[in-house]
């Protein structure tokens, strides 16, 4: 057996929540861990049980990080592996795994790759079968821990399926009370814009990869020929070039006439590339994820968001005229964000009927400050900031006006009630609303107001089945 045997490394690629889709972080590393010679075995925590097997098999076992929540659970993960394998070299990669580097190295991991660097697995997997004992930050090669590796153009073959869970696994897209198998691909990675609030930006640092429209369409093959009548772009912001955005759809409109696809894309590329709709939805698009966070001009601002509240509204009108359904995300509550503002969010998701459009759940979420964000350094971070809570990734934050976080307690326990009865999205909206007015000690006539049927919502849009969550 020579030095670099790939035989001794036996790979395990674990994967624990990827918003409810086949993993990527388990297909993109497989296609360049078996180029490469390795012998790999794949495992999605999120619909398949713990293989003990295959983890006491590995030498090298790589847990994706690709966001907070897969983080946690990679952790839990990462535990259990070790108990079964002590000898197993552990590392994380992924944007999570980058940002939290120091405390899993701390912890559970021998190394970290920083961002979505599949290479330096192929480089970790070659260093172990040669015999090293890597350890700490990893890029290639061994890098100071406080520098940040250098971020190359990834060289991307076409994603490796084999042996992944089928597509009947994951979530389905539901058009019109209709379910169908939904596949998920990337043509782009990282980002031209910089929100401060984004995981994506301590790793790309406003930069953005292209991956060969080629490889895109190879991939849309594929899950296509597994059955997927529906393709999800999972790229952080798809109209970070148009151009690429326009090629690929119009090859997979020509392709797959039949095929439906949604996208994710900012406020500002939506009303900067309005002409572009449009023609998207003529080629099969049929809803737009966009990033609104919140209509407050001081959140807005602290997030860096790059629009206001009247671009959301410019925005919809755009999209209603394309026919396409929008699909906002929110961040709820942040040290910026008031009373006031937060009863002014829900009074515009039902002024617009958008109720069924944002999933009640959305309207729970807290700001997550994972080590390494630029708002742990906001000038008024000493009003709100708190220590680093290491078990769960994040800095601890209370707001300056307590009512806030005692509403959002109360908000969480009203979510996972209407959750509990699966009560329908108005209602909910109608409830927690009440909540915020009652925190603002409104007068009964405002909270009266908010009955269920006080707006109409517009009817069910194309969706997915699993919502978005970090
Ligand atoms: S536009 Fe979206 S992906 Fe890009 S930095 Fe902002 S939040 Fe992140």
Redesign the pocket.
Known sequence: MSDRAPERVPILLISCYELGHQPLSLAWPQALIRQAGFSVSTLDLAVQPFDLAAARAARLVAIAAPMHTALRLGVAAATQVRRSNPQAHICFWGLYAGLNAAILLETVADTVVGGEDEAALVRLAEALASGARPAGLWAGALVDGRDRPPLARPVLPVPDSRGLPPLDRYARYVSKGVARLAGYVEASRG?????Q?????PVYG?RFFVVPAEVVLAHVRQQVAAGAEHITFGD??FL?GPGQARKVTRALHAEFPRLTFDF???V??IIKHRALFAELADLGATFVTS?IESLSPLVLERL???HTAADIDMALDILDNAGLALRPTLVAFTPWTRLEDYVALIDFVEARGLQTHIPPIQLGIRLLLPPGSPLIHAPDAVLWLRELDASNFTYRWEHPDARMDRLHGQVAARLALADERREPAPETYAAVRALALTAAQAGPDRIARTLPDRLPARPDPPRLTEDWFC
């Open positions: 980002c031209l814009h910089t929100c609030h984004c995981p994506i930006v406003g952080p912001d970070n994710t894309t900012k500002e590329h990033a860096q968001k790059g």
